[in-house]
């Protein structure tokens, strides 16, 4: 687990994957009461779950990654481990946290799940990487193909 410097959480999540890195950052969706309207923040405010084998991975990369404050553990010792059980109950009950799996590369024509924002829940396909952050999918729609710009975070790969 990382500590990330203050409100620079999705900073540190783009600067680990573009390291290569698995990263896990779990979200609430809420509603709020009086307006009714939702709102969506980390179960762990200011930590990144980051997926690494310490023995065979530079792990010490990481400290020094923009919007990482350090790793979890003692200083000078390898980073705290996060029991596999503890992660796989976090995986379950937050299907639409924020993560990032290095080896799943999309290509198009592969089959994507929307999760967040108006589209959720619509089947989709993969159809073209615009930028860093941004991607085109073609939604299944009302039994037409309609293409979509969206937010990379807004796609999970088909299962």
């Not at 799996?101 to 799940?113: A, I, K, T, W």
Request: a positive charge; charged letters at 15%.
């Amino acid at each position: 687990m990382a500590a990330a410097m203050p409100r620079k959480e999705r900073f540190a999540l783009a600067n680990l994957h573009n390291q290569g890195f698995a990263t896990f950052y779990p979200l609430l969706h809420r509603t709020r009461s009086p307006g009714g309207g939702k709102t969506v923040s980390p179960l762990f405010p200011g930590y990144i779950f980051v997926g690494l084998n310490p023995q065979r991975i530079r792990w010490q990369s990481i400290n020094g990654t923009f919007g990482i404050r350090y790793l979890v553990g003692p200083r000078g010792a390898l980073p705290s481990a996060v029991p596999p059980p503890v992660m796989d109950e976090l995986f379950q009950r937050f299907p639409q946290g924020a993560h990032y799996v290095p080896e799943c590369r999309l290509r198009p024509g592969d089959p994507v799940n929307v999760i967040t924002g108006a589209f959720a829940g619509i089947p989709a396909t993969f159809e073209d990487m615009l930028s860093q952050d941004r991607i085109r999918v073609l939604l299944s729609w009302l039994n037409t193909q309609v293409a979509v710009v969206m937010p990379k975070t807004c796609i999970d790969t088909a299962a």
